[in-house]
């Protein structure tokens, strides 16, 4: 399995700023994924990002307002824009790589929009 | 496309008692079913998962889980659960082949009382 790492581990932001995550991966990786966990709720992916193109937005999420790089195969960042409280929730970016068919988590960001 | 339900959204238990929480998934075609542990205020962690071959998978910890196709269900069982698998537990489906998008149940949260 892969070693991931998230920046940051938290954060408390003002409504109608923007955040960006950083999602860190130990090895390379073909698929990078982002998830969006609300408070006492389950997973919710927002969109896969893979090296060297466009990312693939779900249904309700949209890139103006979750634009995500994706700039080489180890690392991805996620950008919250134009934050509201209703955006208050645990960011995880998740990779599946080698022949594993499975995905692994990193720890999430714990974003508070006030 | 998947969907995943957990028949149990809290599921309280005392220590050394056995433990089965329930899954149940929908789809057309093939899959690959995952479960995941969340511990407080922690990431996802993979604690099993069934890709192919035996429909009886096991983790390290004492976790099995049984791939039923007739009955489209993935339930996790425990025959004696500790303080510490207090936590919350996720099942996850994914379509075969990998490099696919997991979709997630709505979680049972395990406590386990003294």
């Known amino acids: 399995s892969a070693v991931i790492s998230q920046k940051p581990s938290r954060d408390i932001c003002q409504r109608g700023t923007s955040l960006t995550i950083q999602c860190q991966v130990d090895s390379q990786v073909t698929m990078m994924f982002w998830y969006r966990q609300q408070p006492g709720q389950s997973l919710t992916l927002i969109a896969t990002a893979n090296q060297g193109s466009e990312a693939t937005y779900e249904s309700g999420f949209v890139i103006d307002k979750f634009p995500i790089s994706r700039p080489n195969l180890t690392f991805s960042t996620l950008t919250v824009s134009n934050m509201s409280p209703e955006d208050s929730s645990i960011y995880l970016c998740s990779v599946e790589g080698g022949r594993e068919d499975t995905q692994y988590f990193g720890p999430g960001t714990r974003l508070t929009v006030l | 496309a998947q969907s995943v339900t957990q028949l149990d959204s809290q599921v309280p238990v005392f220590e050394e008692a056995p433990v089965e929480l329930r899954c149940n998934y929908s789809?057309?075609?093939?899959?690959?079913l995952f479960w995941y542990v969340q511990y407080p205020n922690q990431g996802l962690q993979l604690l099993l998962k069934y890709l192919s071959g035996s429909t009886l998978v096991e983790s390290i910890n004492g976790f099995e889980a049984e791939f039923n196709k007739s009955q489209t269900s993935f339930h996790l069982r425990k025959p004696s659960v500790h303080i510490s698998d207090t936590a919350e537990y996720f099942c996850a489906v994914s379509g075969a082949g990998g490099a696919q998008k997991l979709v997630f149940g709505q979680g049972t949260r395990l406590t386990i009382n003294p």
């Open positions: 789809s057309s075609v093939s899959v690959y």
